[in-house]
Every structure is written in C-alpha cells, then in structure tokens.
C-alpha cells in the first residue's frame, strides 16, 4: 500500500523540455487544468442564462463575485477595484484547488500542498504589491519600513525587524497555505490507511475499523472547511498586503 | 516528502503561470465585467422601482390631500348652507308672525269698537225705555201731565250715574 505521502507525488504526464528547462505536462498541471475547466464551467454555467432574480447557480456565481468584491472593498477601498479580477482569480483557484482536492476515491492531485506552487503565488504578489507600492508612492514607500513615532534610538532595532516582517511575508502565506493542505491531506491518509489495515484483520476485530473510518468523516468535514478557509485566507492577506502597498500605514 | 524534490519545482510553477493566466484573461475579461453587468442591472432596476413608488406614493399622497380638502369643504358649504337657511326661515317666520299678530290686533280693535258701539246703542235704548216707563208711571200715578223731555233728562242722569258706579 502507498504511504500517506504517495499523494503529493508528481508523476509526468507528458515530457516536454525548452531550453533545457524541464516543463512536462505533470498530474499537477492536469489538475491546474482541471481546476481552470470547474472555474470556468460554474463561472459560464451559471451566467449562461442571466436572470433579473437569480437562480441558484446564478446566485453562488454572483454570492462569490460579491463576497470578494466587499472583501476588496473594505480592506483597500476604490483605488483597490481595479485588481479584483487578479484577487478573484486568485480566491477560485486556491478554493476550487482545494475542493477539488477534497473529491475521494479518483486520486485527486492537491497543487496547493505543493509549496513550489504555494510559495510561487505568494510571490508574485509580494512582487507585485511590492512594484506596487513604489509606483504609488515611489521612494517614500520605504518609509513604510520606519513605524510612526517611534524614538530613533528604537528605529535603529524597529526598521530591521519591519523589513524581516515583510520580506517574511511570502513565507507566511505561502508555508500557511502549503502546511495546511499537507497536514489535512496526510491525516486524512493515515486514517484511511487504519481502516484499511483494522478491516483485514480477522474476525470481531475487524469491526474496530469503524473507530477510525468515524474519524475521517469528521475529519473530512474540517477539511472542506479548511478548503475554504484558506483560500479565504490567502485572498484576505492579499487584500491586506496591497492596502499596505496602497495606502501605506 | 515529495514536495521537496526540486525537479517538480520549473514545471509546476510553469504550468501554474500558464493556467492562472488563462483563468485571469477569463476572469477578468469575460465572467468578471457579466457578473457585475448583471449585479448593476439589477441594481438600476430596484432603484427605478423604488423611485416609481415613492413618485406613485406622493401622487396618492396628494390625491388624498384633495380628497379631504374637498370633503372639508363640502361639508362647510353644508354647514354654511344650513346655517343661513335657517337664518332665513326664523326671519321669514318672525316676519309672518309680526304679520299675523297685526292683522289679530287690528281685528280685536274693530271687534272693540263694535262692542262698544253695540253697548252705547244699548244703553241708550235702555234709557229710551226706562224714561218711557218713568213716565208712564208717573202718569199713572199722580195724573199728572208731565213734560217727557224733562223725565227722561232726570233718567239719563240716573242711568248714567248707575251706569258709572257699574263699571
């Protein structure tokens, strides 16, 4: 039987090399793919027939569309508005990655217990919010690093811990991302694997499967919660992070 | 752990540029611009309807305004109405009643009148007849001739004195 981390394994589904570099078509990308398809098929599923008083597809499209466009707007104001596609991207994707993920019995691939594809988002927005930043205020963006009235003798001490604080900032989102799926994911896959080794045991005491195979609903159930709150959370941090850029203090 | 292997690092992170590309332009160009279409549709639609009831409230507001400023009025007019009809049944009524009360008087005067036209004829015959009778009697009595204008001046003054004393 495959051990629990059998699941995060990339197998190559197509080999492909440019330039030396090795960009194969992976169970991961397949599943980016798939993961792009759903988003697709419920985003033009559900507007395909637009009705002044929505139905129930219509409504979730339009419920997450809001969701995230009152997330934006209350964490950056107006002059945020115009990344809310980026930002909405960026929430469907981690959340249907990892409900995705969540499906039982095909296999599924969770990308987002990757962290070279965690850290990768996480860095494009720190890069991107970062370019932001100085294209809104440029050079006294800097100043961001120095907290307000602060004595200088403290900003000698503060400046460096701010900037370690922002430059940590990929890390964070990325690792918290990552950690989370990894964690749920793997326990998810011990369990399972108890019930399967209980179950072949012998007689009466095979019936102790059910101890750990109750375990796994429920676990399930945190994480589809999970699912949904960390894509939630990654989307938030990066409204958070683009307020700073944007607003600065 | 799998995930620590550099060699899925370049093609992960090239297919994931790649796809969240193509979810982006999607996003960004087609559902996103729909979705707050619809969102902004629907949005004008309730404001309209909002705006249409409060102008259609405002008309029944001022409908009803009408409505009771001319029942306030009628109902004046009515009051007005009754009031100087009245006014002009209790003047027509005193009139009749001066009238009528008048024309009693003038009538109870003539009755008087003739009352006591009828009175004085009577008493004058009355003493017609009692100086004939005096006479008569005095003729009778004593044989005497006597002068009838002089009895029946002594019986005028009798009466007369009587007739004072009665009344």
Same mark, same amino acid.
């Given at each position: 039987?495959?051990?629990?981390?059998?699941?995060?394994?990339?197998?190559? !589904?197509?080999?492909?090399?440019?330039?030396? @570099? /090795? !960009?194969?078509?992976?169970?991961?990308?397949?599943?980016? &793919?798939?993961?792009? =398809?759903?988003?697709?098929?419920?985003?033009?599923?559900?507007?395909?027939?637009?009705?002044?008083?929505?139905?129930?597809?219509?409504?979730?499209?339009?419920?997450? @569309?809001?969701? *995230?466009?009152?997330?934006? &707007? /209350?964490?950056?104001?107006?002059? &945020?508005?115009?990344?809310?596609?980026? !930002?909405?991207?960026?929430?469907?994707? =981690?959340?249907?990655?990892?409900? +995705?993920?969540?499906?039982?019995?095909?296999?599924?691939?969770?990308?987002?217990?990757? !962290?070279?594809?965690?850290?990768?988002?996480?860095?494009?927005?720190?890069?991107?919010?970062?370019? =932001?930043?100085? *294209?809104?205020?440029?050079?006294?963006?800097?100043?961001?690093?120095?907290?307000? &009235?602060?004595?200088? @003798?403290?900003?000698?001490?503060? +400046?460096? +811990?701010? +900037?370690?604080?922002?430059?940590?900032?990929?890390?964070?989102l990325s690792v918290r991302l990552f950690a989370n799926m990894v964690a749920g994911h793997t326990m998810l896959k011990v369990f399972g694997g108890f019930v399967v080794s209980l179950g072949a045991l012998a007689g009466v005491m095979a019936a102790g499967s059910i101890l750990p195979f109750a375990f796994i609903v429920a676990l399930t159930g945190l994480e589809l919660l999970v699912a949904c709150l960390q894509a939630y959370v990654f989307a938030i941090l990066t409204c958070l992070y683009l307020n700073d850029a944007l607003h600065m203090h | 752990m799998p995930q620590l292997d550099p060699a899925v690092f370049i093609p992960q992170i090239f297919w994931l540029f790649v796809i969240f590309a193509a979810l982006y332009f999607f996003i960004a160009y087609s559902a996103a611009p729909k979705i707050a279409d619809v969102l902004k549709k629907r949005q004008n639609v309730i404001s309209d309807d909002l705006a249409i009831a409060e102008r259609v409230q405002a008309q029944a507001e001022q409908a009803r305004i009408v409505f009771e400023k001319s029942q306030s009025d009628a109902r004046d007019a009515a009051a007005a109405k009754v009031l100087s009809k009245r006014e002009e049944l209790k003047a027509q009524v005193e009139a009749d009643y001066q009238k009528l009360s008048a024309e009693l008087s003038a009538n109870a005067q003539n009755a008087q009148k003739e009352i006591d036209a009828a009175k004085d004829k009577a008493l004058g015959e009355v003493r017609d007849v009692a100086s004939d009778v005096c006479a008569q009697i005095i003729t009778k009595v004593s044989g005497l001739n006597i002068d009838q204008k002089q009895v029946s001046k002594m019986v005028a003054g009798k009466t007369s004195s009587i007739l004072k004393g009665n009344s």
């Open positions: 039987m495959a051990g629990p981390l059998a699941q995060f394994e990339v197998h190559t !589904i197509v080999p492909l090399q440019v330039a030396g @570099y /090795d !960009i194969s078509f992976t169970n991961s990308a397949l599943y980016m &793919g798939v993961t792009l =398809i759903t988003i697709m098929f419920f985003m033009i599923g559900g507007m395909r027939k637009v009705a002044l008083v929505p139905g129930r597809w219509q409504s979730s499209v339009e419920m997450c @569309y809001e969701f *995230i466009a009152k997330m934006l &707007g /209350d964490t950056t104001g107006s002059e &945020g508005r115009k990344y809310f596609p980026f !930002i909405f991207s960026l929430f469907m994707f =981690i959340l249907a990655a990892n409900l +995705i993920g969540m499906v039982p019995w095909l296999h599924t691939f969770t990308f987002t217990s990757h !962290i070279a594809v965690t850290f990768a988002m996480a860095f494009f927005v720190f890069m991107g919010v970062t370019i =932001i930043g100085f *294209i809104t205020h440029g050079f006294k963006f800097l100043m961001f690093f120095v907290p307000h &009235g602060a004595p200088w @003798y403290l900003l000698i001490i503060l +400046i460096p +811990i701010e +900037i370690i604080s922002y430059l940590s900032r990929p890390i964070s | -």
